[in-house]
């Protein structure tokens, strides 16, 4: 790709807009230098349509998971539960091949970059076939979504996960977790076999899946491949109450609180979801440098509960967003629902805010998510910098919601006034890959992912039981 100019009006550049911003994109697709307060566009620049944003990081994503969203909101027995739900998720784990992954994961994230996303954490564990054996090739699973990943465009962290038991008590998977069987030198031969593959937008680190899913001494053994490496290490931790009545039972300790005791955390880890704390917990976090990524829609969707939102923001502990299971798939629908379950659960507005600070709202929750999601991704610089990737979002303000908004209250509107995508463009290292809100490639995808659903679900009329 040869050197570019993009123009634009307005630019989200450290925390506030910026007017009249020449961005200049090297042969490389990096931001080769961002300048504001240009009158007008230089000679060959592309002049934007509308003002731009850095895009963000999904930090968690089980893109195997979109063919089941909207396929698990009845309830036809006494009680119904995360742990209900997974049982019956477990139904499409057990039958999507490599083929169909590949057409789910495309559709999925060519929805994520009209979300405004760019770049993709894949906490993997979709790793054997489905009787449980290894594919010739261990690393089939993981090059379907690096494919999906290749058609939409996008960036992709693959994060192999280490899943070997059912819990804290028991030995081993259950017979419908077997394609998810791991064990710590497999992990570091996946993440090692992606890494070096060479694939363009494609890196690589490690996942743990849980405290309840893996044994203390294969932890060990892992974070050992690990070393000093410089690559993201991602768990799941505190989801549910249940898992931390669990852990108290097995190991005396909260699972934040015991992660923290026996395992040397820095700013490599990321501690999902990170629901159900103590403040004790929370400080300990921030001593150590982690991150947390938390994922609302997914959280509201299976009655995780809510997240100590003020406690971690005021300790300054780095918080990505992801969406998880995709019911949705637009950030600034995290961040609402984020910050609203706050007001639910407070009776206060605008929790989030830092009136000395950053009284927006909107922006306090974005610019933390942006902050945090390139270490998340394994990605040292992010956003609208310089050495960046090239990736950039354009806002449509003709759209419902922005239409008519003062400039400086477009991201406000954007986050907590807008329900439909207010994207025209987005670009990903340079490249445009949404224009006008439709992306490049969206018709043969989506017929693609129509025919995959047809395939799993056309005679399973009982998906959802």
């Given at each position: 790709m040869s050197e570019q100019l993009l123009w634009a009006t307005q630019a989200w550049i450290n925390g506030r807009w910026e007017t009249n911003v020449c961005l200049a994109v090297d042969a490389q697709g990096h931001w080769a230098d961002i300048t504001p307060n240009i009158p007008t566009p230089p000679t060959h620049a592309t002049v934007l349509p509308g003002p731009v944003l850095p895009g963000l990081v999904n930090a968690h994503s089980h893109a195997f998971q979109r063919a089941f969203a909207g396929l698990a909101e009845r309830r036809e027995s006494a009680a119904d539960d995360f742990w209900s739900w997974r049982d019956r998720m477990y139904g499409v784990a057990l039958r999507i091949t490599p083929a169909q992954l590949r057409a789910v994961a495309a559709q999925l994230y060519v929805e994520l970059l009209q979300g405004g996303y760019t770049q993709i954490c894949e906490f993997h564990y979709l790793h054997h076939q489905p009787d449980g054996q290894p594919y010739a090739d261990a690393a089939t699973m993981a090059w379907a979504v690096a494919d999906a990943a290749a058609d939409a465009g996008l960036g992709l962290t693959v994060l192999p996960v280490l899943y070997e038991r059912a819990g804290f008590a028991q030995p081993a998977l259950r017979p419908d977790q077997r394609r998810f069987a791991g064990t710590p030198d497999f992990i570091a031969r996946l993440q090692a076999a992606v890494q070096t593959n060479g694939r363009p937008l494609v890196n690589a680190g490690v996942a743990i899946h849980s405290l309840r899913a893996a044994s203390a001494e294969s932890i060990d053994a892992l974070l050992a491949q690990v070393g000093e490496?410089?690559?993201?290490?991602?768990?799941?931790?505190?989801?549910?109450?249940?898992?931390?009545?669990?852990?108290?039972?097995?190991?005396?300790?909260?699972?934040?609180?015991?992660?923290?005791?026996?395992?040397?955390?820095?700013?490599?880890?990321?501690?999902?979801?990170?629901?159900?704390?103590?403040?004790?917990?929370?400080?300990?976090?921030?001593?150590?440098?982690?991150?947390?990524?938390?994922?609302?829609?997914?959280?509201?969707?299976?009655?995780?509960?809510?997240?100590?939102?003020?406690?971690?923001?005021?300790?300054?502990?780095?918080?990505?967003?992801?969406?998880?299971?995709?019911?949705?798939?637009?950030?600034?629908?995290?961040?609402?629902?984020?910050?609203?379950?706050?007001?639910?659960?407070?009776?206060?507005?605008?929790?989030?805010?830092?009136?000395?600070?950053?009284?927006?709202?909107?922006?306090?929750?974005?610019?933390?998510?942006?902050?945090?999601?390139?270490?998340?991704?394994?990605?040292?610089?992010?956003?609208?910098?310089?050495?960046?990737?090239?990736?950039?979002?354009?806002?449509?303000?003709?759209?419902?919601?922005?239409?008519?908004?003062?400039?400086s209250h477009q991201l406000d509107a954007l986050v907590f006034a807008t329900n439909t995508s207010a994207l025209s463009q987005v670009w990903v290292a340079g490249r445009k890959l949404v224009h006008a809100g439709r992306h490049v490639e969206q018709d043969r995808i989506a017929r693609a992912f129509e025919a995959t659903m047809q395939a799993l679900w056309g005679h399973h009329q009982d998906c959802c039981h």
């Open positions: 490496a410089d690559m993201p290490i991602h768990i799941h931790v505190a989801e549910q109450m249940q898992e931390v009545r669990d852990c108290l039972a097995a190991t005396g300790q909260r699972p934040i609180a015991w992660l923290g005791q026996r395992w040397h955390m820095d700013a490599r880890w990321q501690l999902v979801h990170a629901t159900h704390t103590e403040q004790t917990e929370i400080d300990s976090v921030a001593r150590s440098g982690a991150g947390i990524v938390i994922c609302p829609s997914t959280e509201g969707n299976l009655g995780d509960g809510f997240a100590d939102l003020p406690a971690w923001l005021a300790a300054g502990v780095p918080m990505a967003v992801g969406s998880d299971s995709h019911v949705s798939r637009q950030w600034a629908e995290e961040l609402r629902w984020l910050e609203y379950g706050q007001r639910l659960r407070l009776q206060q507005r605008n929790v989030a805010a830092a009136p000395t600070q950053q009284p927006a709202t909107a922006a306090r929750l974005f610019d933390a998510a942006l902050q945090a999601g390139g270490p998340a991704a394994g990605q040292r610089l992010w956003g609208l910098t310089r050495g960046a990737r090239a990736d950039a979002l354009v806002l449509d303000v003709q759209t419902p919601g922005l239409l008519g908004v003062p400039a």
